[in-house]
Nanobody
Framework: QVQLVESGGGLVQAGGSLRLSCAAS????????MGWFRQAPGKEREIVAR???????YYADSVKGRFTISRDRVKNTVFLQMNSLKPEDTAVYYC???????????????????WGQGTQVTVSS
């Protein structure tokens, strides 16, 4: 059974940093894209960043230059380093694994087959 377990969320002041981790278990995902999404109250789930099996990255415009996604393929773990946090970054953050290998790593939520339970990130002003 595939499980994704996130950790590292919390409350931080604007300008601060947090590091999210997501450990995947149940099978090997070394050939899958892995990503981070977020959902704020009343808003749709949106992509934050994703990393392909080869290490290629994609970032939403709103987080470019502030967030960094990385992965440990051996440990089936993906990370999100979040710096210079802003109140508008407040949301529940979800990690996701594609579940299959495609030529173009996806950026849409429906293209990801496995999801974590989410971790709350709150940035105070």
């Amino acid at each position: 059974q595939v499980q994704l377990v996130e950790s590292g969320g919390g409350l931080v002041q604007a300008g601060g940093s947090l590091r999210l981790s997501c450990a995947a278990s149940g099978r090997t995902f070394s050939s899958d894209a892995m990503g981070w999404f977020r959902q704020a109250p009343g808003k749709e789930r949106e992509i934050v960043a994703r990393i392909s099996w080869s290490g290629g990255t994609y970032y939403a415009d709103s987080v470019k230059g502030r967030f960094t996604i990385s992965r440990d393929r051996v440990k089936n773990t993906v990370f999100l380093q979040m710096n210079s946090l802003k109140p508008e970054d407040t949301a529940v953050y979800y990690c996701a694994v594609q579940g299959q290998t495609t030529a173009v790593p996806p950026t849409r939520a429906p293209d990801y087959g496995y999801w974590g339970q989410g971790t709350q990130v709150t940035v105070s002003s």
